[in-house]
Each structure stands twice: as C-alpha cells, then as structure tokens.
C-alpha cells in the first residue's frame, strides 16, 4: 500500500522533533542532576520490561511461519528464559536459546 508523500513528510519530522522532546527532557533538563532513587530503581527494570515485548511477537506470531505458534520458537523462548533464570548469565542464556532454536529447525 503507498503511503501519501505529504503524510510521510509531515509524520516523520513530527517523530523526530517527538525523539528529540522525550531525549531532551531527561539530558538537557535534568543535565547533572541527580535522579531521585525511586525514578533511578524504576529505570532500572526499563530493559526488563521492554525485551519480553519485543521478543513475544516474534515468538507468538513469527512471520516466518504466517503468524502460527512455531514449536521451535517456543521452545528456544521457553529455554532461554530457564537457562537464564538458573544462571543467571544474559549470554549464556542467548546461546542457549539460539543453540535450541537452530538445533530444532534443522531438525
């Protein structure tokens, strides 16, 4: 589906002066400021929070397979998540899924 040359011009500086508003507002703003320790331990859990919803879609609904529930996909999501929770090692854990996934697709 094309998208209106107009549109695309008007939504795409209006993302980026919305990107430079949000950046500005904890750099410029803030600057050298110290963060209060509730708003510090909240972003804390910021990449936490955002993984599981970029990841579940692909794990859910892959493209690759039109959008069905792929066993293998599941299966690495599943064991990445225990690998990581046993010990504790972010790469250990994406080895371990990335291991699963490509062992049961070629399977």
Do not use: H, K
Request: hydrophobic share 55%; aromatic share 8%.
């Amino acid at each position: 589906m094309p998208v209106d040359p107009l549109l695309y011009w008007i939504v795409v500086p209006a993302l980026g002066v919305g990107t430079y508003v949000i950046r500005f507002s904890f750099l410029g703003i803030l600057g050298n400021r110290p963060l209060p320790s509730a708003l510090r331990r909240a972003l804390r859990y910021t990449a936490v929070a955002i993984l599981p919803g970029l990841v579940a879609p692909a794990v859910l609904w892959p493209p690759a397979t039109g959008g069905e529930v792929d066993p293998p996909r599941l299966a690495a999501a599943l064991v990445t998540m225990l690998v990581g929770i046993v010990t504790r090692s972010v790469i250990g854990a994406i080895l371990a899924g990335g291991a699963t996934l490509y062992t049961l697709l070629w399977l």
